[in-house]
């Protein structure tokens, strides 16, 4: 009889040689970097302060300076500094956690012999590009940033401006050890088919910014597309809540374009929150290709072949809404508690 064999598995090591890897392709290799990196990366999969979560976005970068001068109307608020070592990198983030939220994101400053670290922001409006959008998807290799968030629940992304990435899921479910953000693109080009071009992006902007949100949260969600040209609800549909009007974020997005003033921000952020409000609600938030929101809190009647199959009932839901999508629906989208998310239906 073979003696028993005894293994030790070491999600650290793990950890270290990826981020030596990145750090390395992002010619920003350092050691103290790198051990900070990982501290940061095993405190965010579920951030809170005082019971609350929260969910930061933090950039290391090697000249604030440099950075704020690539984003339009920035601004940054130093809160500390501390010797070059994982340590402070950690107290960089509870120190700014709570206050990276609105549009500002912590950045933490490699020094010669220190690290320096703060809050910072861009743009004016809620439909303003990103620091990481700016920084890291669109930006400069000669300006040298790192990206740290948790994309969903469980799953952390560290992304460079050279486009090295590494994502980090500390779940067990493989389906959801990829990226949602692909996914995320598929859903808000099917939401935004129908939105005049010359404010298509924005729309997609204010979508992503609500679903990377929701995301985030980890409660799970459904969310079914109709055709924009669709005055009515489809009977596939029960109990739902319909809106009456729909919401238009088409047009709440066009206010603010067109007169840039604190009243419209505010009434688009406000859409967002009420938006993200029907998402984490039971049943199926339901839009249309124009960018509106119809109902929500809506449900859809299973099959017997399907109610009796095995999975949660949310997943179950999904299958069902899928097999409608090229006849009532458009598109069908299902977020679930475990941090998986699909998508199925027509994009541009």
Same mark, same amino acid.
């Given at each position: 009889?073979?003696?028993?064999?005894?293994?030790?598995?070491?999600?650290?090591?793990?950890? &270290?040689?990826?981020?030596?890897?990145?750090?390395?392709?992002?010619?920003?290799?350092?050691?103290?970097?790198?051990?900070?990196?990982?501290?940061?990366?095993?405190?965010?999969?579920?951030?809170?302060?005082?019971?609350?979560?929260? *969910?930061?976005?933090? *950039?290391?970068? @090697?000249?604030?300076?440099?950075?704020?001068?690539?984003?339009?109307?920035?601004?940054?608020?130093?809160?500390?500094?501390?010797?070059?070592?994982?340590? $402070?990198?950690? &107290?960089?983030? %509870? %120190?700014?956690?709570?206050?990276?939220?609105?549009?500002?994101?912590?950045?933490?400053?490699?020094?010669?012999? &220190?690290?320096?670290?703060?809050? *910072?922001?861009?743009?004016?409006?809620?439909?303003?590009? #990103?620091?990481?959008?700016?920084?890291?998807?669109?930006?400069?290799?000669?300006?040298?940033?790192?990206?740290?968030?948790?994309?969903?629940?469980?799953?952390?992304?560290?992304?460079?401006?050279?486009?090295?990435?590494?994502?980090?899921?500390?779940?067990?479910?493989?389906?959801?050890?990829?990226?949602?953000?692909?996914?995320?693109?598929?859903?808000?080009?099917?939401?935004?088919? @129908?939105?005049?071009?010359?404010?298509?992006?924005?729309?997609?902007?204010?979508?992503?910014?609500?679903? #990377?949100?929701?995301?985030?949260?980890?409660?799970?969600?459904?969310?079914?597309? /109709?055709?924009?040209?669709?005055?009515?609800?489809?009977?596939?549909?029960? @109990?739902?809540?319909?809106?009456?009007?729909? /919401?238009?974020?088409?047009?709440?997005?066009?206010?603010?374009?067109?007169?840039?003033?604190?009243?419209?921000? $505010?009434?688009?952020?406000?859409?967002?929150?009420?938006?993200?409000?029907?998402?984490?609600?039971?049943?199926?938030?339901?839009?249309?290709? @124009?960018?509106?929101?119809?109902?929500?809190?809506?449900?859809?009647?299973?099959?017997?072949?399907?109610?009796?199959?095995?999975?949660?009932?949310?997943?179950? $839901?999904?299958?069902?809404?899928?097999?409608?999508?090229?006849?009532?629906?458009?598109?069908?989208?299902?977020?679930?508690?475990?941090?998986?998310?699909? *998508? &199925?239906? %027509?994009?541009?």
């Amino acid at each position: 009889m073979a003696a028993p064999r005894h293994r030790t598995l070491s999600l650290h090591e793990q950890l &270290k040689g990826a981020a030596r890897d990145l750090l390395a392709q992002e010619k920003m290799s350092c050691a103290k970097t790198q051990e900070g990196l990982i501290a940061l990366i095993n405190a965010l999969r579920h951030y809170t302060e005082e019971g609350k979560a929260l *969910f930061p976005e933090l *950039f290391v970068v @090697d000249s604030l300076r440099g950075i704020l001068q690539v984003l339009p109307e920035s601004e940054a608020v130093q809160i500390g500094e501390g010797a070059k070592h994982a340590d $402070t990198m950690a &107290k960089a983030l %509870k %120190k700014c956690a709570p206050l990276a939220r609105r549009g500002w994101a912590v950045y933490i400053e490699r020094k010669e012999r &220190k690290f320096a670290y703060g809050v *910072f922001r861009c743009g004016s409006t809620v439909l303003s590009l #990103s620091p990481a959008e700016l920084l890291i998807n669109k930006g400069d290799p000669s300006v040298p940033a790192l990206m740290i968030r948790q994309v969903a629940d469980n799953v952390i992304q560290v992304k460079g401006v050279s486009q090295s990435s590494l994502l980090v899921h500390f779940g067990a479910a493989i389906e959801a050890e990829v990226s949602p953000v692909p996914t995320l693109n598929q859903l808000t080009d099917c939401l935004t088919l @129908d939105v005049p071009a010359d404010v298509q992006e924005q729309v997609g902007t204010f979508y992503r910014a609500v679903f #990377s949100g929701v995301f985030r949260a980890g409660h799970g969600t459904l969310a079914a597309i /109709i055709s924009g040209a669709k005055r009515t609800i489809p009977k596939t549909f029960q @109990d739902g809540i319909p809106l009456s009007p729909s /919401i238009s974020v088409t047009s709440k997005v066009q206010d603010v374009l067109a007169k840039s003033d604190c009243a419209s921000n $505010t009434q688009l952020q406000a859409c967002a929150a009420l938006v993200t409000g029907m998402l984490l609600s039971d049943g199926i938030t339901l839009f249309a290709t @124009d960018g509106t929101v119809r109902a929500y809190n809506a449900f859809i009647k299973h099959p017997r072949k399907i109610a009796n199959a095995g999975g949660g009932a949310r997943m179950r $839901t999904f299958i069902v809404m899928s097999e409608f999508v090229g006849r009532d629906l458009v598109g069908a989208f299902i977020q679930s508690q475990d941090g998986r998310v699909e *998508f &199925k239906g %027509k994009t541009r």
